[in-house]
């Protein structure tokens, strides 16, 4: 199960946020600053997933990085969730915003927040991935955004 999604830019700014247990808002704010100070520590070519040994947010859990861009994906996940799919799972939410924004950049996630919410909502419900086929999540999306014109 996926705990916390975060995407955040490389000045340590979150562009997104998504935690998926009740966690007290004082103490997400000390998981995302403890986040962001790793991601500080990391080179940009690398593709990082390590145990969070420090506690950042559960010892029993695992912190899967990823950096595109300016972008940090960054996902805190239960022993039982596979490093290698949330891997996956980051790549496919890249490339869906590649063909929704048309190379999507820091901006596209800046000025759509909403569009970007939906996107992530249509893929992780609960911190449960439902849905990885990116041709079905834009079908969906598509079929959201008509639905909010028509009315």
Do not use: W
Not at 129 to 137: A, K, Q, S, Y
């Amino acid at each position: 199960m996926i705990k916390v999604f975060l995407i955040v830019n490389s000045s340590g700014k979150i562009r997104i946020r998504r935690f998926y247990d009740e966690v007290e808002f004082a103490r997400q704010q000390q998981i995302e600053q403890k986040l962001i100070q790793l991601t500080s520590k990391l080179s940009p070519n690398s593709c990082n997933f390590f145990k969070d040994l420090d506690g950042i947010y559960d010892k029993k859990c695992k912190i899967v990085m990823r950096f595109f861009g300016t972008l940090y994906f960054i996902a805190v996940i239960d022993e039982d969730e596979s490093e290698l799919g949330v891997l996956d799972l980051i790549q496919n939410i890249v490339d869906l915003m590649d063909k929704i924004f048309e190379n999507a950049c820091e901006l596209d996630v800046l000025y759509h927040p909403d569009k970007m919410n939906a996107l992530i909502d249509e893929i992780i419900v609960a911190g449960i991935v439902v849905e990885t086929n990116i041709m079905d999540i834009q079908e969906a999306l598509k079929q959201q955004e008509t639905q909010i014109k028509n009315k």
